[in-house]
T-cell receptor
Framework: GDSVTQMEGPVTLSEEAFLTINCTYT??????LFWYVQYPGEGLQLLLK?????DKGSNKGFEATYRKETTSFHLEKGSVQVSDSAVYFC??????????FGTGTSLTVIP | EAEVAQSPRYKITEKSQAVAFWCDPI?????LYWYRQILGQGPELLVQ????????DSQLPKDRFSAERLKGVDSTLKIQPAELGDSAMYLC???????????FGPGTRLTVL
């Protein structure tokens, strides 16, 4: 079935370090791919998305590229800040159908 | 800025009791979702509404869970009776249509003792 596998956390980085959170998917077809972020005590917020192969989603310095050949959608940021500390979820969805979320990766950025 | 509202934010109950959660989606959003998020896991869809109609409740444990959206606006999710394994965050989300971005509420954290 359709599913998303995320890199396990927790991840701890120093401020201004480079971030990569790996995400791979399994799907029959070509889904849309998403990264959601969940700050402590809050609901999920859409961070970025890509709807077709080779699309790059970007927002707030974060980027992810839809790689059909490797079925991946890795999240990257060149220089993390303390305020980026949160849980990050990779997800996939086909038009009109439910989302499948990964298990989440907790990121802590220390000053 | 419009937000999805949920209440209560926290609920503690004893097993075998009934609990209910309320969600008010963003105005004009026809599609409403209820998710369950167990600690350390991603959200899992319980039920999806299009206006007042259920379009997907395949993962809803119907022996104890029920959901309604009578007027196609706000929605209630009920658990009766609650079990220890129901302890989780219950998230509500809404979207303008099934093809649009989902906006999530802050969630209701349920603890069953």
């Amino acid at each position: 079935g359709d599913s998303v596998t995320q890199m396990e956390g927790p991840v701890t980085l120093s401020e201004e370090a480079f971030l990569t959170i790996n995400c791979t998917y399994t799907a029959t077809g070509y889904p849309s791919l998403f990264w959601y972020v969940q700050y402590p005590g809050e609901g999920l917020q859409l961070l970025l998305k890509a709807t077709k192969a080779d699309d790059k989603g970007s927002n707030k310095g974060f980027e992810a590229t839809y790689r059909k050949e490797t079925t991946s959608f890795h999240l990257e940021k060149g220089s993390v800040q303390v305020s980026d500390s949160a849980v990050y979820f990779c997800a996939l969805s086909f038009t009109g159908n439910q989302f499948y979320f990964g298990t989440g990766t907790s990121l802590t950025v220390i000053p | 800025e419009a937000e999805v509202a949920q209440s209560p934010r926290y609920k503690i109950t004893e097993k075998s009791q009934a609990v209910a959660f309320w969600c008010d989606p963003i105005s004009g959003h026809a599609t409403l979702y209820w998710y369950r998020q167990i600690l350390g896991q991603g959200p899992e869809l319980l039920v999806q509404f299009q206006d007042e109609s259920v379009v997907d409740d395949s993962q809803l444990p119907k022996d104890r869970f029920s959901a309604e959206r009578l007027k196609g606006v706000d929605s209630t999710l009920k658990i009766q009776p609650a079990e220890l394994g129901d302890s989780a965050m219950y998230l509500c989300a809404s979207s303008f249509s099934v093809d649009n971005e989902q906006f999530f509420g802050p969630g209701t954290r349920l603890t069953v003792l």
